[in-house]
């Protein structure tokens, strides 16, 4: 669709406006109007809204209207025909669909009329063809697609109805309804689930630690969910200050006030200081020298060959300057001149023979572990299995197919997951594109990282969250804990219908009562879809397409919905009646973003834009960039333990200051400059290894 609205008119793409917050500015116009009915309306409404936005209003309601559908039909068509299908002939002779739902089935029969007449050049399909309209042509299509001749005999067009077979069939493809013989990503859906659930159901359900029986499991859910409104109920009952259910601005409007802002570190800055004072600029590269002298992360990168000949001092040196020029964005040729025995073309045969993404991975994990190990307890507390998940845009050029327009940025790029826990180490990196699922992200992020950390409590913004997202970390074991932007509209689910005169105070937030039937019906099949995910038969992504808002009837994404919806008022009762619960999320959800600040820091040669064009150039590029962050937190958490095993510091630090504490930061560090690379040289540490 991106790909035909480009060829509009430049006045269709300045109408397409969107204007935020309208429910809010109705809300406004109406308020003003009611308390000011004589007045006129320059008087009285452009004061609160302005005359720009309301012509903005008119704009983008006359853009969605049937002038521009219209047109955008007539973009596509002449697009198709002239240009996109050219290929289709080729793709409909290699492809094979296939669909195991009867509901699309007509699909599937239209596109073997589609394939029949594809090398035709008729207008119209013969009239006993009758190729299938409904549940394959959309409603808008649907007047364009069927014609009259001259006869008066309706006859369907046969371009306009191959256009609409692709788009249905993109849909139903992407919620892998129909699926592709011999593809790897939409493959049969069959095959993502364990083959072996059935003769093994007790395993995997131990494995969840989940009940057998969907009536203790169902029983256990309306027991939390009574409680967690009942608890709710009496906190709203003392009319707290901070949260406020059905106020002025509208029924079921959930308020809930700014958290108060906590005292600044006075400390910390005299900390790094002194860090600056001891140790003098660190060059960034020698940081990670430091880190994979110290874990021996090296180990982990074998050649693709056979044999191979290099002397491993050479090559150790070769990996750091690969990892650095491509971490730092540099590029290989930059690094060429460290070293006058190490070439370009050095630095090229080593990034293709030694560094894969499964090496990295593994590189990453091996320094991850070593720091947490390397942490005392002292000084960071216990160990947590508190994580924090967030997407960042990196540029991209857009001559490969992961390069996408982000709607959010208004700019293309690609997206980097990072999962950050609470003490500012990044665990997994994931390289995703701008309209992929920031859900199945946080998902593939818990269950697929590497390292020692056991994660319990999963946050995230609001992107990061859905009601099937709230069910899936259920049934896995861990709690989602997101920030919610739009609190104001969110629902409370009741447990039975006919009770909301137990929660007067709740009575505006109170949203339909929980279909258990639903959940019933389903729990083995959402068990069976839990045991892929966290076994690995299916990718988080690949599973989660088939539970979105335009597969609404799939059975199993109603029980999902129904599961999310009790963990969700669950989370919503806790967070809107425990500051401090939101202050916590909101603690980790910052530790995300100084997360990303490092990388900025890091990642700033040639623009931070990934300059390559290969999906597997930018993935390596970035985990290379995760390698280089985890090793300056590595080498910062020991200078600020050496710093702080001295008496006088550790007295001299509050609570703000422990509060605060955190190893990215990098007064210290440069990454410009002539770089050196020594490796009998080290950075004087009382610590030399870590096992």
């Not at 990996?319 to 001149?337: E, F, P, Q, V």
């Not at 320094?367 to 507390?381: F, P």
């Not at 019906?521 to 045991?531: G, R």
């Not at 967070?575 to 997360?595: C, G, H, M, P, T």
């Amino acid at each position: 669709m991106s790909h035909f609205i480009g060829h509009l008119p430049a006045v269709y793409i300045n109408d397409l406006k969107r204007v935020a917050g309208k429910t809010r500015i109705l809300y406004k116009i109406a308020d003003a109007a009611l308390e000011h009915p004589d007045k006129s309306v320059r008087d009285v409404v452009f004061p609160v809204v302005n005359e720009q936005t309301l012509r903005d209003l008119v704009a983008e309601y006359k853009a969605q209207g049937g002038a521009y559908r219209q047109k955008v039909q007539e973009v596509m068509r002449s697009s198709y025909r002239n240009h996109y299908r050219q290929i289709l002939p080729a793709l409909l002779e290699v492809l094979d669909f296939h669909s195991n739902n009867t509901a699309y089935q007509p699909v599937i029969e239209a596109l073997a009329v589609v394939r029949e007449y594809v090398s035709s050049r008729v207008a119209w399909y013969p009239l006993e063809v009758s190729p299938p309209l409904e549940g394959v042509v959309p409603d808008s299509w649907e007047n364009i697609v069927t014609e009259k001749d001259s006869a008066g005999e309706t006859r369907v067009n046969r371009l306009t109805y191959e256009l609409s077979v692709l788009q249905t069939l993109r849909e139903r493809v992407r919620s892998k309804e129909i699926w592709v013989s011999g593809a790897a990503q939409f493959r049969n859906p069959e095959d993502d689930l364990p083959r072996d659930f059935d003769q093994h159901r007790a395993t995997y359900y131990a494995d969840l630690n989940l009940p057998l029986s969907a009536d203790e499991f169902i029983a256990s859910l309306k027991t939390q969910l009574t409680t967690a409104l009942a608890s709710f109920e009496r906190f709203m009952a003392k009319k707290p200050s901070d949260v406020a259910i059905g106020t002025k601005r509208g029924k079921g409007w959930i308020t809930l006030s700014p958290l108060p802002k906590q005292p600044e570190p006075k400390h910390l800055p005299r900390l790094k200081t002194e860090i600056l004072r001891r140790w003098g600029v660190l060059g960034l590269l020698d940081m990670l020298k430091e880190s994979v002298m110290l874990t021996g992360c090296l180990n982990c990168f074998q050649s693709t060959g056979s044999r191979e000949a290099i002397d491993p001092e050479l090559l150790q040196k070769r990996l750091l300057l690969c990892m650095y020029g491509m971490g730092t964005n540099m590029g290989l040729k930059r690094m060429a001149g460290v070293d006058p025995n190490i070439t370009a073309e050095d630095l090229r045969y080593t990034r293709r023979r030694y560094l894969h993404k499964e090496h990295m991975r593994a590189a990453i994990a091996q320094v991850v572990n070593a720091l947490l190990r390397a942490r005392l307890e002292s000084i960071w507390g216990a160990a947590t299995s508190t994580c924090a998940s967030d997407s960042k845009r990196f540029y991209a050029v857009d001559q490969n197919l992961l390069t996408q327009w982000h709607a959010r940025y208004r700019a293309p790029g690609v997206l980097v997951y990072w999962h950050v826990e609470r003490r500012s180490v990044c665990i997994y990196s994931q390289l995703k594109s701008c309209t992929s699922s920031e859900v199945a992200a946080m998902l593939e992020g818990v269950l697929r990282h590497c390292t020692d950390m056991t994660i319990k409590h999963q946050m995230t913004d609001s992107h990061g969250q859905s009601e099937i997202g709230f069910a899936f970390s259920h049934l896995l074991g861990f709690r989602l804990l997101p920030r919610l932007k739009p609190i104001h509209s969110q629902k409370l689910a009741l447990v039975e219908a006919d009770t909301q005169d137990n929660y007067p105070h709740l009575k505006e937030a109170l949203g339909k009562p929980i279909n258990w039937e639903a959940i019933a019906q389903q729990y083995d099949m959402m068990v069976k879809y839990a045991s892929a995910l966290k076994t690995g038969t299916a990718e988080a992504d690949a599973l989660l397409r088939r539970f979105t808002r335009s597969n609404l009837q799939h059975p199993t994404y109603q029980g999902l919905h129904e599961l999310g919806r009790v963990i969700k008022t669950i989370f919503l009762c806790d967070y809107l009646s425990d500051v401090r619960l939101r202050q916590d999320i909101q603690e980790a959800l910052n530790v995300i973003e100084q997360w990303n600040s490092v990388n900025g820091f890091i990642f700033s040669a040639r623009g931070g834009e990934l300059l390559s064009n290969r999906p597997e150039d930018q993935e390596m590029a970035l985990l290379c960039l995760h390698l280089i962050q985890v090793s300056l937190a590595l080498v910062n958490t020991l200078l600020l333990q050496e710093v702080l095993a001295e008496e006088k510091w550790k007295q001299a630090m509050k609570q703000e200051d422990w509060r605060g504490l955190t190893p990215l930061f990098y007064q210290h560090v440069n990454p410009y400059g002539r770089f050196t690379l020594d490796m009998t040289e080290r950075i004087p540490l009382s610590q030399t290894t870590i096992a």
